[in-house]
Nanobody
């Protein structure tokens, strides 16, 4: 069974920083794209940032220049460094990854989510 476990959420003041981590575990051959999504109350889940196995990145316009996604392939972990946080960044943040699991092909997995609250 493949799973993702997030950590690092919490309460932070506007202008502050947080770093989210997401570690993969289980049996798999490789991880393709890893990403972070978020869902604010009353809104749809949206892509925040994604990173391919080769290190190419993609960001939502609303977080460009403030958030940085990175990954450590040796640790099967993806990170999201969030700086200059704004109240509108408040949401549940979900980790997502696309695993290659062999004969079964690809498997998309979601983490359980971690809550980020930006408030004074």
């Amino acid at each position: 069974q493949v799973q993702l476990v997030e950590s690092g959420g919490g309460l932070v003041q506007p202008g502050g920083s947080l770093r989210l981590s997401c570690a993969a575990s289980g049996i798999f051959f490789s991880i393709n794209t890893m990403g972070w999504y978020r869902q604010a109350p009353g809104k749809q889940r949206e892509l925040v940032a994604a990173i391919t196995s080769g290190g190419s990145t993609n960001y939502a316009d609303s977080v460009k220049g403030r958030f940085t996604i990175s990954r450590d392939n040796a640790k099967s972990t993806v990170y999201l460094q969030m700086n200059s946080l704004k109240p509108e960044d408040t949401a549940v943040y979900y980790c997502n990854a696309d695993f290659f699991v062999g004969r079964a092909g690809s498997l998309e997995v979601w983490g359980q989510g971690t809550l980020v609250i930006v408030s004074s």
